[in-house]
């Protein structure tokens, strides 16, 4: 079996190439031009391309690869990257369909986001519309738009499945859920937002990704969902874990706000992302939970794993990266 891989060495897709060689699979990894190359291993290859270059996509992509995983994707939660988060998750998604339709794919497998369904008051399912369109967070926006694409290429005879997990917390962490444990862990933690999510395990995700190959409905979503949980219990849990002092109490919506207002013009020059931006407060200050029922019945997904556990897994590995200092004994 062979499999074509775009964000093979991120978070998520680093879980899924790891999984697919040791069921044997040969993979080809897709790597941005002027990124460093992996050292050679038996049954990886790793070829350059723009992702956003539908021909030279076709160039590298191998003939009638058996599966293709499209993971690579554009996270940002600043207004300012808008334009490059829309030619890497829709103009990149696009490429990627085009590419995959003209080297005889057998399955494309689209690895979206909850967010891809916009914001909701009530807890979103599988057959939830979205209202991701009209969102004000261009994240929102583009995941929508590139599942669009997909679902356009389905119709056009593409077997495509779309997997839209929640917030993800495992080993191999250096972006997400991460930099609130290095937070919690320094003391530096300026405050708990009043919101929620749902909460999955990485390594669980990196199997729904191989059993919605082998196993996935075409054309169908599955919300790969998880433990709910508030923010403050998301904390509190991992202070617990590092033997920081847990914080008590979240901080006010209108006072994160303010901040996300305020932060991008203090620091407007900046290249790097702001701490907070008016998007990430939207997120941030909402309860955003799913029910995954479709993929624990399909794909045999598992969403009972605790958080403790996730947190646990992740935390071990930051120390044993050199992420967090040791362990006191």
């Not at 997400?176 to 919101?195: A, Y």
Request: proline fraction near 7%; hydrophobic fraction near 45%.
């Amino acid at each position: 079996m062979h499999a074509f891989v775009t964000g093979g060495t991120g978070f998520v897709g680093a879980h899924v190439v790891a999984l697919l060689r040791q069921q044997g699979w040969h993979v080809t990894l897709l790597r941005r031009p002027g990124t460093s190359l992996p050292a050679p291993a038996p049954g990886l290859n790793t070829v350059i391309a723009d992702m956003a270059d539908a021909d030279a996509l076709a160039q590298v992509m191998p003939d009638a690869p058996d599966a293709v995983f499209h993971i690579a994707g554009n996270t940002s939660m600043w207004r300012r990257t808008a334009a490059a988060q829309y030619r890497d998750n829709v103009l990149g998604t696009r490429a990627v369909v085009a590419a995959a339709q003209r080297r005889g794919a057998g399955r494309l497998i689209l690895t979206s986001s909850i967010s891809a369904y916009g914001l909701h008051r009530q807890p979103i399912n599988d057959d939830t519309p979205s209202n991701a369109a009209r969102s004000p967070i261009a994240y929102h926006r583009t995941k929508y738009e590139a599942e669009q694409l997909v679902k356009q290429a389905v119709e056009q005879g593409l077997d495509a499945v779309i997997l839209n997990p929640c917030g993800i917390i495992g080993p191999g962490d250096r972006h997400n859920w991460s930099q609130l444990i290095r937070l919690i862990d320094s003391g530096q933690l300026p405050g708990v937002p009043p919101g929620a999510g749902s909460f999955c395990d990485v390594r669980e995700v990196a199997k729904a990704h191989l059993a919605a190959f082998h196993q996935g409905r075409r054309g169908a979503h599955y919300i790969l969902a998880g433990v709910d949980a508030s923010f403050l219990a998301l904390a509190q849990t991992a202070a617990q874990l590092l033997g920081r002092t847990p914080p008590q109490r979240t901080v006010p919506a209108w006072v994160l706000r303010v901040a996300g207002q305020l932060l991008p013009l203090v620091h407007r020059d900046a290249t790097r992302e702001p701490r907070l931006t008016p998007e990430k407060v939207t997120m941030i200050t909402r309860r955003v939970v799913a029910d995954g029922q479709r993929a624990e019945r399909e794909l045999g997904f598992d969403a009972s794993v605790p958080l403790a556990t996730m947190l646990a897994d992740c935390i071990q590995w930051m120390r044993e990266e050199g992420l967090l200092a040791p362990a006191a004994d």
